[in-house]
């Protein structure tokens, strides 16, 4: 059952809150028996421990993945609540492998960048960064749509302490607003599981709530959710779009965004690197995950709206990021642009467009964090964040100034770096499947060379006109150790995409295949569209599947 | 003159329960006398605290007894006039009232002796009133339901009123005993007016001889209702809850808030299972309606509440409208739903109202939510405590309030595809929709605790020993239902809550 | 039906006999009012106080005593009277309702219900 071998995945998601365990019970027996109590020093030690293993644990994963197998790896099922058909049941494949790999990165770093700037209440702080973690890494892992949905709502708990206890002067009612907007779109979400859950049940006999079909089960995934001719609410289209809603507002996506530059200017710098640099990713993971196979009709036809809808993001993002006069609100606004481009690049549905955005979502994880962390060491130095107040601050903090310049490059899709191999083969993908998309969403690269640079230009170079600004110390021994951790990353992806690309594409092919084989599924079963036009209900093959033998007698009289 | 068939061992819990409420006034008087038997008199709070152990030791002798019973048949007291039933599901609802109430008993130590309210006869109250929970759930014919309810009431009425120097405490009491007695006129009007078109009090026999088309019968049937709807606070008929919570004292009013409510539900349960199968059809708009009513109107006014104990009250109200859901499902997976959930609002609504009381101590009462200030910093176990119920209550996942509306939502879930019912599903979607809602009262909570600095002025106590069990406890059970749902739900399932019908009616 | 006639006939009787009389001394009595006549009657004289006002709390302890003994009582007669026909049975289930009452009685003595000090 603690075997590291077989039981990989479980030591990722389960270290983490073993550690808070372990911390509690030392602090609980030091009370207890020589009444003292343990230092915040020794908790943050201890912490940072645990999520360095836990890195290390997920790169242990990286390692032992096949690249050529497909399907999921590492798997883990045993029964948790079997009467409703809702395992444990955990498994890496190539979609999840880098976002785990990442988040297991960010964690450390960001540990160690707050290793000062969080001073108050350090033990409630490590608690709810392990926590994190644990929720996380489990949503990126799990196989069972009730074990996922579980992990999803379970992180937004110590994300709403983190917010609310160590953020800034509107911490109040930016926590609440993003607890709120994202909880309200994943509970409609709730309630489409239950409904797919019962079509399966309807379909083949038997409770279950997993993703994939394992060892001669079904999953989720078999399930022939109908396109049309079922009530309306039993529809691929009405359930994508309550599936969608949930992850459109995590992405966020342009009409969601709002809660979005709230959450992040008033989130510490931790809770804003770990914001951006994975919550986020569960929207657009959600998507290439759930929403896109098990409804691939309805994502086809609504593709039109998610590239609207995408491209408005980039563009409007872009737009207002430039008029920002707050730093981490403009890294904000740029968040909503990039992952804009991530949804156009996985509704290209196409291998270059999923790749592009499955390795942006990482590049976006890694730059964006990098930014955020970098703006709180500056914020940490001066308590302010506005680009008025900065200004030639080159000329004293030349190291910082340099690695701000690598994480603004990796940002804008510099060439050598990162983001260049994201977005191209997110415009690549996008221009095979909808030309027009991709030109109007290259003009959000470009925008967004105009306020990175823009913003940069105003901050570090120029005159240093702000007095304060003059006895600023360069970086230290332990940021420089962070601002080279993030650095290293953008590089690698950036110069030599392939260790990261090759793992990805035989579970893209796999889904892609998955989809396209759901399609002829669904038609087959029709009897072809035109068919189920005419006939909703009598249509063979759908009776059985879809309806209780007395139920379809009563419909046909 | 021959004895009737009775069957003193199907009632056993019943009478353990009893023959405790009629000895602890003695065991109270004994106790303020010890100085003639012992060299010295034993203090008032050491008798409070073997007072409260007492009680608990009674509850818990009933409670062992009812997870024997739980397995077994189903067996009914007397047996040529089935009254009282034991079956699976009473089992389960005494089980449930016995461990609310159970934790209560062990809380009521201290915090009685600290509003310095320490009388026995709160002892002795509770004991009678928990009888009648007992009853009411058990009792099968109307007769035996109205007796089961008054006798759960009364006590309850006085205990309202425990605090008699309390001007609040005696509004609440006095606002509980009209409303309560009101409520109980206008199921007695309800019953009298069934026995009038039926010739039965007999729940099973109301139901065999139903009929549809009666004027009477109905509005017999929709009286009852109406009276139950009272007890269970559904809106509209919901207004006094507020008010009595927020008057009685504390432990008092998480009594009310959840073993009163567990009872309540478990008659409206029987009623509808044995009685108002007929009508099914004809009660699912009101239902349906009343349902949203309940969960859309306690939720919206819980958000404005300042007051913790009232915003609780409309937090119990919004919880009544998730169970009605379970009820209007009426399937056995939406009962067996309703009854776990009935549990897990159990445990994570009395932690609640066990801060509070801990809060209350000394007369230096915090009952404003802003008087939470801080208390991430001062009390981190009851912070922490509150913490958990309240994420239960808001249904998020890895607690057992969620778990209980995944079972609800489920059932419906299941009926609407079964049926193909929308308005089944648009239930489900408003229920989310509401659990929504319910996040930005139930988030407040924390957010004060944790986010805001202390008022300045003394720090609260610290919990003693049998309430900071009790808290743990609660704690503890949101956690474990929450993750590990299965073995609870592996005995609902042999609670075939379909199954008694057949056994209460093979008597002749 | 017929054999509720009887009990028809004589509440209709007593009905009219009263609307009867009060029918016929609003018509034909005599109606003379003054203060004083609409003043509380006391033996005669004006009252000193008022009728509403408190009253040493010992009263109600020996009203609530009377009536509770005194109600559980009339449920001890018809078991008296057929006593002996249910034998030991029947004192078996009268053992739980009298036993209640010894303990309410101790109860009462206890807690000095039962003094008037």
Same mark, same amino acid.
């Given at each position: ?57 997920? &790169? ?6 096949? +690249?050529?197998?497909?399907? &999921? ?49 350090? #033990? ?7 926590? %994190? ?13 009730? &074990? ?23 911490? %109040? ?94 989130? +510490? ?10 919550? %986020? ?46 730093? #981490?609100?403009? =890294? ?18 196409? &291998? ?45 903090? +030349? =190291? ?36 027009? =998309? ?41 940021? #420089?150790?962070?601002? =080279?951790? %993030? ?48 006939? +909703? ?21 | ?33 010890? @100085?003639?038997? !012992? ?39 007397? $047996? ?25 008993? !062990?809380?009521?130590? @201290? ?7 320490? $009388? ?41 009123? /425990? ?13 509980? /005993? ?25 729940? !099973? ?160 009462? $915090? ?126 399932? $042999? ?14 | ?77 018809? *078991? ?35 003094? *008037?000090?």
């Amino acid at each position: 059952m603690f075997d590291l071998q077989e039981n990989l995945l479980s030591w990722v998601i389960f270290l983490p809150i073993a550690g808070i365990g372990i911390l509690l019970a030392l602090e609980a027996a030091g009370r207890i028996f020589m009444s003292r109590r343990l230092s915040d020093r020794s908790w943050r030690v201890a912490g940072m421990g645990f999520a360095l293993g836990n890195f290390g644990l997920s &790169l242990m994963v990286w390692q032992r993945f096949d +690249p050529i197998d497909g399907g &999921l790896q590492l798997v883990e099922r045993s029964a948790w609540i079997p009467d409703l058909g809702i395992q444990y049941y955990v498994g890496v494949d190539g979609i999840s492998l880098f976002l785990v790999v990442m988040t297991g990165f960010l964690l450390p770093v960001t540990l160690l960048a707050s290793w000062t700037d969080i001073a108050s209440r350090v #033990k409630q702080y490590v608690f709810f960064m392990l926590c %994190l973690q644990t929720g996380m890494m489990g949503a990126f892992l799990s196989m069972n749509l009730f &074990l996922f949905y579980l992990f999803w709502e379970l992180m937004l708990i110590p994300m709403y302490f983190i917010i609310g206890i160590w953020g800034g002067p509107r911490r %109040l009612y930016a926590t609440l607003k993003f607890f709120i907007y994202t909880m309200a779109g994943s509970l409609l979400m709730l309630v489409g599981l239950l409904v797919i859950y019962y079509l399966n049940a309807q379909q083949f006999g038997f409770l279950n709530f997993d993703y994939i079909g394992y060892g001669g089960a079904s999953g989720i995934i078999d399930t022939l959710i109908p396109t049309a001719g079922a009530p309306w609410w039993q529809t691929q289209f009405w359930l994508f779009l309550v599936f969608g809603l949930a992850f459109a507002v995590k992405v966020p996506m342009f009409p969601f965004h709002t809660w979005l530059p709230d959450a992040h200017v008033e989130a +510490p710098t931790p809770g804003s690197a770990i914001l951006a640099g994975v919550l %986020l990713k569960f929207g657009t993971y959600g998507f290439i995950r759930f929403a896109m196979p098990l409804f691939p009709e309805a994502a086809v036809e609504l593709s039109g709206l998610v590239f609207g809808l995408g491209v408005a993001g980039i563009i409007y993002g872009a737009l207002v990021a430039m008029i920002q006069q707050d730093i #981490k609100k403009l =890294v904000a606004y740029s968040s909503v642009s990039h992952l804009g481009f991530v949804m156009i690049g996985l509704f290209a549905m196409n &291998l270059q467009g999923l790749e592009g955005a499955l390795l942006q979502m990482v590049n976006h994880g890694i730059s964006t964090g990098a930014l955020f962390i970098l703006i709180g060491m500056i914020y940490e130095r001066r308590h302010v964040r506005e680009i008025s107040e900065f200004g030639g601050l080159a000329k004293v903090m +030349p =190291v910082f100034a340099t690695f701000f310049l690598i994480a603004t490059f990796s940002s804008i899709g510099l060439p050598m770096l990162n983001g260049f191999v994201g977005e191209f083969l997110i415009l690549l993908g996008t221009f095979a499947a909808a030309p027009w =998309v991709a030109v109007l969403a290259t003009t959000g690269v470009i925008l967004s060379a105009v306020y990175m640079l823009w913003m940069y230009r105003r901050v570090f170079f120029g005159p240093l006109t702000n007095e304060a600004n003059r006895g600023l110390l360069d970086l230290s021994a332990r940021e #420089k150790i962070v601002a =080279v951790a %993030l650095t290293l990353p953008m590089f690698w992806i950036g110069i030599y995409p392939a260790s990261f690309l090759r793992p990805m594409d035989a579970a893209v092919s796999e889904l892609m295949r998955t989809m396209e084989q759901r399609g002829a599924d669904i038609a087959s079963h029709n009897g072809g569209q035109s068919a189920l036009a005419s006939l +909703p209900a009598e249509t063979p093959g759908r009776v059985s599947w879809l309806r209780e033998p007395d139920a379809s007698a009563e419909a046909a009289e | 003159m021959t004895a009737p068939d009775l069957d003193l061992g199907a009632v056993a819990p019943l009478c353990v329960v009893a023959v405790g409420a009629a000895l602890m006034p003695l065991l109270d008087v004994l106790l303020g006398r010890t @100085k003639t038997f !012992l060299s010295r008199p034993v203090t008032a709070a050491w008798a409070g605290t073997v007072m409260s152990l007492a009680t608990t030791g009674v509850l818990s002798i009933a409670l062992v007894m009812c997870f024997d019973a739980a397995g077994a048949a189903p067996r009914t007291f007397n $047996r040529d006039h089935p009254m009282i039933l034991m079956d699976g599901m009473t089992s389960f609802l005494n089980i449930v009232i016995l461990i609310g109430s159970l934790l209560t008993a !062990l809380a009521s130590g @201290k915090f009685l002796a600290d509003l310095a309210i320490n $009388r026995g006869e709160y002892y002795a109250l509770l004991l009678a009133a928990v009888l009648g929970m007992m009853l009411l759930v058990a009792s099968t014919n109307l007769m035996m339901l109205f007796v089961g309810l008054e006798l759960m009431s009364i006590p309850i009425y006085a205990m309202a009123g /425990f605090r008699r120097d309390s001007l609040r405490s005696n509004e609440s009491a006095l606002k509980y /005993f009209l409303v309560g007695s009101f409520a109980s006129g206008i199921l007695l009007y309800g019953t009298a007016l069934i026995y009038g078109a039926t010739g039965t009090l007999s729940l !099973l026999e109301i139901g065999a001889r139903f009929d549809v088309d009666d004027p009477v019968l109905l509005i017999g049937s929709g009286l009852l209702l109406v009276g139950l709807a009272f007890k269970i606070a559904t809106v509209p008929f919901h207004q006094w809850a507020p008010d009595v919570y927020e008057g009685a004292p504390t432990l008092v009013s998480g009594l009310m808030a959840t073993t009163v409510k567990v009872a309540a539900f478990g008659a409206l349960l029987r009623v509808f299972q044995m009685a108002f199968g007929p009508i099914d059809d004809l009660l699912y708009p009101a239902l349906w309606v009343m349902a949203v009513l309940t969960m859309t109107v306690g939720n919206v006014m819980a958000i404005i509440q300042q007051n913790t104990k009232r915003m609780l009250a409309y937090s119990s109200v919004a919880h009544t409208g998730y169970l009605l859901v379970g009820i209007l499902v009426g399937t056995q997976v939406g009962i067996s739903a309703v009854l776990f959930y009935l549990l897990a609002y159990t445990f994570m609504t009395l932690g609640a109202f066990g801060v509070v009381a801990v809060l209350a101590h000394a007369g230096r009462e $915090r009952e404003r939510i802003a008087d939470l200030a801080g208390l991430a910093n001062s009390r981190i176990f009851l912070a922490a405590v509150m913490t958990i119920c309240m994420v239960s209550l808001a249904g998020i996942p890895g607690t057992a309030g969620f778990m209980g509306k995944f079972y609800i939502f489920r059932a419906v879930v299941e009926q609407a595809i079964a049926t193909e019912s929308s308005s089944l599903l648009w239930l489900a979607v408003i229920g989310v929709l509401n659990s929504a809602i319910s996040l930005v009262y139930y988030l407040r909570v924390p957010m004060v605790m944790f986010m805001r600095e202390p008022e300045p002025g003394p720090e609260p106590d610290r919990s003693g020993t049998f309430e900071g069990l009790v808290l743990a406890v609660c704690a503890a059970a949101v956690i474990l239902l929450g993750i590990w749902p299965e073995d609870l739900n592996l005995i609902l399932t $042999r609670v075939d809550v379909l199954h008694w019908a057949s056994v209460a009616s093979a008597s002749p | 039906m017929s054999e509720y006639a009887g009990l028809g006939l004589f509440m209709a009787l007593g009905a009219g006999t009263i609307l009867l009389l009060l029918v016929l001394t609003s018509v034909l009595g005599p109606r003379l009012r003054f203060a004083e006549k609409d003043e509380p009657f006391e033996c005669g004289e004006s009252p000193l106080v008022s009728p509403y006002r408190r009253f040493p709390v010992k009263f109600y302890m020996v009203a609530i005593s009377f009536i509770i003994f005194d109600l559980e009582v009339v449920f001890l007669y018809p *078991w008296a009277v057929v006593f002996r026909d249910l034998g030991w049975y029947g004192l078996l289930v009268a053992a739980p309702f009298l036993s209640m009452l010894s303990i309410a009685l101790a109860y009462e003595w206890m807690k000095g219900a039962l003094e *008037w000090d």
